[in-house]
């Protein structure tokens, strides 16, 4: 189990390291050597249970992290509530230029893709299908699809790099 997006921005990866290691010392005894790879199959499981715990943790009904919502700096006449549930779209004029410019960047590295690589792009990013759809009209599998998607997205965000 790997440390997700929301549970990153609540705790650091090398403190959940540092406590499955001393989680594991603590426990040696129950630790029990067959072959070289039992340790770090251990110790994983030990640090897959911190996540899981921590997860539980920050999901309970009290502090669950899917129900925040982020305040911005300006307090709320009505209320005295700060922050708004909405997202504020700024609109002046340089915002808007340069959304325009990154759009004609993206639009001319899309334009320097391989046809596979932009066909795949398009038809799990754009049209949002699966990676079982994708690979029915690219006549592949579901994990072909997966790694070309992967090579595409590399390739385009290095040609999106090269037109700065």
């Known amino acids: ?7 990153r921005t609540r705790l650091e990866s090398m403190d959940l390291v540092q406590d499955a290691f001393i989680a594991a010392l603590r426990g040696m005894e129950d630790f029990t050597y067959q072959n070289e790879g039992d340790f ?3 110790v994983a499981k030990i ?7 921590e997860l539980e943790k920050l999901h309970a009904n009290k ?3 899917r129900k925040e919502i982020l305040l911005n700096n300006k307090a709320t006449t009505q209320g005295g509530f700060a922050g708004m549930k909405e997202p504020v779209y700024t609109t002046t004029p340089s915002v808007i230029m340069s959304k325009r410019e990154n759009l004609d960047r993206l639009e001319d590295a899309m334009d320097r893709l391989k046809p596979e690589y932009r066909e795949v792009i398009v038809l799990t990013k754009i049209e949002e299908l699966s990676y079982k759809e994708a690979g029915e ?3 592949k599998n579901p994990d072909a699809v997966r790694m070309l998607l992967c090579r595409a997205m590399a390739a385009l965000s290095k040609g999106f790099e090269k037109t700065e």
């Open 137 to 139: 009209k690219l006549g």
């Open 47 to 53: 640090a897959e249970n911190r996540i899981r715990d």
């Open 63 to 65: 502090r669950d992290i």
């Open 1 to 7: 189990m790997r440390m997700g997006q929301e549970l």
């Open 40 to 42: 770090l199959r251990w």
